[in-house]
């Protein structure tokens, strides 16, 4: 079946740094999703991409829909404890709208 | 508004037990859904909903049932619980691919 590759699998963050991951796919979406997923807690969207070459922002996050609409990108500014947590990117693999396929998930640490 | 409420939020069976994981919406949403969340793996769909009457199987349904009598409702079933099924379900529901998710539950099969 369709496969969202995620990278890094998990990051350490710094208070104050910009932080950037990624989602590949092996073929093309014609959307693309951000969430995030708090321990305890369901993943939130944040942030959904419908167009190739799309640039969108929400608050300190960042996201693009890759050109080749095989990917796509997640950037986080001036990070905060309370980025911390699983970023997850998904996409409907069809036409079928709500199916959703995700990416295995990029873990955002606290730097010790 | 609630948006999607799952009950219960933890539970532990013994392999070979059933038992029916509830799932809520109030958003009115047609389009439901069941994922199983497990280590490095991201989510998986189990089944999905498109309305009342219809359900239809996602990447991982073996060993799951799901029905759909009502537009708010969406239960899923473990008729004969395996430890394999240990992991973390949500349910969602949405429209126009964005996805609303419930809290999870939390399933140990020991």
């Known amino acids: 079946g369709q496969q969202l590759n995620q990278s890094p699998q998990s990051m350490f963050i710094q208070e104050g740094e910009d932080v950037s991951m990624n989602c590949t796919s092996s073929s093309i979406f014609n959307t693309w999703l951000w969430y995030k997923q708090d321990p305890g807690e369901g993943p939130v969207l944040l942030i959904a991409?419908?167009?190739?070459?799309e640039l969108t922002s929400n608050g300190r996050l960042t996201a693009q829909f890759g050109i080749t609409r095989k990917d796509s990108f997640l950037n986080i500014s001036a990070s905060i404890p309370s980025d911390v947590g699983i970023y997850f990117c998904a996409g409907p693999p069809d036409a079928a709208g709500n199916k959703l396929t995700f990416g295995g998930g990029t873990r955002v640490l606290v730097k010790p | 508004n609630a948006g999607v409420t799952q009950t219960p939020k933890f539970q532990v069976l013994k392999t070979g037990q059933s038992m029916t994981l509830q799932c809520a919406q109030d958003?009115?949403?047609?389009?439901m859904s069941w994922y199983r969340q497990d280590p490095g793996m991201g989510l998986r769909l189990i089944h999905y909903s498109v309305g009342a009457g219809i359900t239809d199987q996602g990447e991982v349904p073996n060993g799951y049932n799901v029905s759909r009598s009502t537009t708010e409702d969406f239960p899923l079933r473990l008729l004969s619980a395996a430890p394999s099924q240990t992991s973390v379900y949500f349910c969602a529901t949405g429209e126009n691919t964005e996805a609303f998710f419930g809290q999870g539950t939390r399933l140990t099969v020991v």
């Open positions: 991409l419908y167009k190739a070459g």
């Open positions: 958003m009115n949403h047609e389009y």
